[in-house]
């Protein structure tokens, strides 16, 4: 899978410490401190209870796949990126978060078990998470 | 409590055409403009009302300032509520509020664009990223077809949906199209040539998808004084219910859409249930989009769509529940990528008996319900209930 020319992520004050850690092996989540609430994707704001006690959590970066769909075409995109794996996978700490199963997709199907692998960009300061399926 | 003062719609006018190389989006704005009020029999001075959600090919500039500049109104009443293809389900609940509430007595909603003309392709992949959102899914590659096929492939895992049952939605779609001579596709497709074409984004083949078109419509919504000076057949607005649906933290349920709250809360407001519903125009950017709708607006149970859709259902003029008879998104007609407008024509076209002859329903209750957005993050949702006046 290679990345360039293939879109990054706007990083914003708000979602900055959830690329840079991807840069440094770590998937985060963010956890409500008031309420329990483990979400995704980040937001400063409890989006239950509107806290502002939240804190970032470390995912164990496994889960499984929770739908999927294998882009076959997609103009814009490059070719040699196609088929492409389009997924919610569903951490084990419960939110569902959208991303690419990196994977023949003969080995994709709903309730594979995936874990996470991060990807390099061009700016060294971040990285994006996505999925292999764990027995791959 | 929602007032209860009459309103109508007065007029529908749906562009003929569905490639507009040498118009522009504006143009198209006042061609369907033009056409619904004369089909209202009303001038465009009556009008005190405007209704329009974004114009794709201004998105810099100030839509709603630009289209009342362009169109030469100066309304005491503006709503520019986006929610993308819904919006103009939710136009008309928001004119009639309006309406009642003195605001504005003769409301002109308008939609136009060209996709078409800018080539774009169906699967396109957005390539601007502009929200926060963006940054979490469109950097994976996340396109409409991809997000709905993930809808539909979760719905199958969960209820057993097949391809074929998604395809009856298409064949059926076709059935009517092929007496729309607007259509841009008028063959009839058997669900063999569904499943059997070219796969997009699993399991999404290309006739699950919508067509990609130029064009627009518009409608003109009106308090009960003006209808009563009007001598032509309008049609009561019985319902309204809007939602929106969403990712939900990390909870979404793929196999769910916000018509459950849309639908219920437009037939409250009826005073009606599905089962009095004689014409249905819903939403249909792919099949599965028409398969999650039905259940949620509760036709049938939840999980259940696929074998409500199968043995004709959906085919007019017979079937329980006949669908779409221009041939919907599907086959007919898709402007500017936003299929609220047309549905809400189309029931129009039915309560009016103006519906091509060979898919006239004998309907005294209409539904039109949009879904904008996508159900693969966040969507729009709109229900209207409509009625003939002499039902």
Same mark, same amino acid.
């Given at each position: 899978?290679?990345?360039?020319?293939?879109?990054?992520?706007?990083?914003?004050?708000?979602?900055?410490?959830?690329?840079?850690?991807?840069?440094?092996?770590?998937?985060?989540?963010?956890?409500?401190?008031?309420?329990?609430?483990?979400?995704?994707?980040?937001?400063?704001?409890?989006?239950?209870?509107?806290?502002?006690?939240?804190?970032?959590?470390?995912?164990?970066?496994?889960?499984?796949?929770?739908?999927?769909?294998?882009?076959?075409?997609?103009?814009?995109?490059?070719?040699?990126?196609?088929?492409?794996?389009?997924?919610?996978?569903?951490?084990?700490?419960?939110?569902?978060?959208?991303?690419?199963?990196?994977?023949?997709?003969?080995?994709?199907?709903?309730?594979?078990?995936?874990?996470?692998?991060?990807?390099?960009?061009?700016?060294?300061?971040?990285?994006?998470?996505?999925?292999?399926?764990?027995?791959? | 409590?929602?007032?209860?003062?009459?309103?109508? +719609?007065?007029?529908?006018?749906?562009?003929?055409?569905?490639?507009?190389? !040498?118009?522009?989006?504006?143009?198209?704005?006042?061609?369907?403009?033009?056409?619904?009020?004369?089909?209202?029999?009303?001038?465009?001075?009556?009008? !005190?009302?405007?209704?329009?959600?974004?114009?794709?090919?201004?998105?810099?500039?100030?839509?709603?300032?630009?289209?009342?500049?362009?169109?030469?109104?100066?309304?005491?009443?503006?709503?520019?509520?986006?929610?993308?293809?819904?919006?103009?389900?939710?136009?008309?609940?928001?004119?009639?509020?309006? +309406?009642?509430?003195?605001?504005?007595?003769?409301?002109?909603?308008?939609?136009?664009?060209?996709?078409?003309?800018?080539?774009?392709?169906?699967? *396109?992949?957005? =390539?601007?990223?502009?929200?926060?959102?963006?940054?979490?899914?469109? +950097?994976?590659?996340?396109?409409?077809?991809?997000?709905?096929?993930?809808?539909?492939?979760? @719905?199958?895992?969960?209820?057993?949906?097949?391809?074929?049952?998604?395809?009856?939605?298409?064949?059926?779609?076709? @059935?009517?199209?092929?007496?729309?001579?607007?259509?841009?596709?008028?063959?009839?497709?058997?669900?063999?040539?569904?499943?059997?074409? =070219?796969?997009?984004? !699993?399991?999404?083949?290309?006739?699950?998808?919508?067509? +990609?078109?130029?064009?627009?419509?518009? %409608?003109?919504?009106?308090?009960?004084?003006?209808?009563?000076?009007?001598?032509?057949?309008?049609?009561?607005?019985?319902?309204?219910?809007?939602?929106?649906?969403? @990712?939900?933290?990390?909870?979404?349920?793929?196999?769910?859409?916000?018509?459950?709250?849309?639908? *219920?809360?437009?037939?409250?407001?009826?005073?009606?249930?599905?089962? !009095?519903?004689?014409?249905?125009?819903?939403?249909?950017?792919?099949?599965?989009?028409?398969?999650?709708?039905?259940?949620?607006?509760?036709?049938?149970?939840?999980?259940?769509?696929? *074998?409500?859709?199968? /043995?004709?259902? %959906?085919?007019?003029?017979?079937?329980? %529940?006949?669908?779409?008879?221009?041939?919907? /998104?599907?086959?007919?007609?898709?402007?500017?990528?936003?299929?609220?407008?047309?549905?809400?024509?189309?029931?129009?076209?039915? %309560?009016?008996?103006?519906?091509?002859?060979?898919?006239?329903?004998?309907?005294?209750?209409?539904?039109? @319900?949009?879904?904008?957005? *996508?159900?693969?993050?966040?969507? /729009?949702?709109?229900?209207?209930?409509?009625?003939?006046?002499?039902?």
């Amino acid at each position: 899978m290679s990345w360039d020319p293939r879109p990054v992520p706007d990083v914003t004050p708000e979602t900055e410490r959830y690329w840079t850690a991807a840069a440094q092996g770590e998937l985060l989540v963010r956890e409500c401190q008031d309420c329990g609430l483990v979400y995704h994707y980040p937001r400063s704001l409890c989006p239950d209870c509107f806290s502002e006690r939240v804190e970032w959590r470390e995912a164990s970066g496994r889960g499984e796949v929770y739908s999927y769909s294998t882009a076959r075409t997609m103009s814009g995109w490059p070719d040699d990126d196609l088929p492409l794996v389009l997924a919610y996978v569903e951490l084990e700490e419960g939110p569902r978060l959208m991303t690419n199963v990196d994977a023949d997709p003969s080995a994709v199907e709903i309730g594979t078990r995936v874990a996470v692998e991060f990807r390099d960009v061009d700016d060294a300061e971040i990285a994006i998470p996505v999925f292999v399926p764990e027995d791959g | 409590m929602a007032g209860t003062e009459p309103v109508y +719609i007065a007029g529908a006018f749906e562009h003929p055409t569905r490639e507009a190389p !040498d118009k522009s989006t504006m143009q198209l704005h006042a061609e369907v403009a033009k056409g619904a009020l004369e089909d209202a029999t009303l001038e465009k001075g009556d009008v !005190d009302g405007f209704f329009t959600a974004g114009v794709p090919e201004y998105e810099s500039g100030l839509p709603p300032l630009i289209m009342a500049d362009y169109l030469g109104l100066e309304p005491s009443y503006a709503d520019t509520t986006d929610f993308g293809g819904s919006s103009y389900v939710s136009h008309v609940g928001h004119a009639a509020s309006a +309406i009642r509430d003195g605001r504005c007595d003769v409301a002109l909603v308008t939609l136009a664009g060209r996709p078409r003309s800018h080539g774009q392709a169906t699967g *396109s992949g957005a =390539r601007d990223l502009r929200t926060v959102q963006d940054s979490f899914e469109r +950097i994976y590659g996340a396109t409409n077809v991809s997000m709905y096929g993930m809808a539909a492939q979760r @719905h199958m895992h969960e209820h057993g949906t097949t391809s074929e049952q998604l395809a009856e939605i298409r064949a059926a779609a076709s @059935h009517h199209a092929q007496y729309n001579e607007h259509a841009m596709y008028r063959e009839p497709v058997t669900v063999e040539d569904v499943v059997e074409s =070219r796969v997009v984004a !699993d399991p999404l083949h290309l006739l699950d998808c919508c067509v +990609i078109s130029d064009g627009g419509g518009a %409608l003109v919504v009106v308090s009960e004084d003006v209808r009563s000076n009007l001598d032509r057949e309008c049609v009561e607005l019985l319902g309204f219910g809007e939602s929106i649906g969403h @990712h939900d933290a990390g909870r979404i349920d793929l196999t769910k859409t916000a018509a459950d709250r849309s639908g *219920s809360r437009a037939f409250a407001e009826a005073g009606l249930g599905p089962e !009095d519903v004689d014409y249905a125009s819903i939403y249909d950017s792919f099949t599965i989009t028409v398969l999650e709708a039905i259940e949620d607006l509760g036709f049938c149970e939840k999980g259940e769509g696929g *074998s409500f859709v199968e /043995g004709g259902t %959906l085919r007019a003029p017979d079937g329980d %529940l006949p669908f779409n008879t221009d041939g919907g /998104g599907l086959c007919s007609n898709h402007p500017a990528n936003r299929g609220g407008m047309t549905k809400v024509i189309e029931a129009v076209r039915q %309560l009016r008996n103006e519906a091509n002859p060979e898919v006239q329903v004998d309907a005294d209750v209409a539904l039109a @319900h949009g879904t904008g957005g *996508s159900i693969g993050t966040r969507h /729009g949702a709109a229900t209207v209930v409509l009625g003939r006046e002499d039902r």
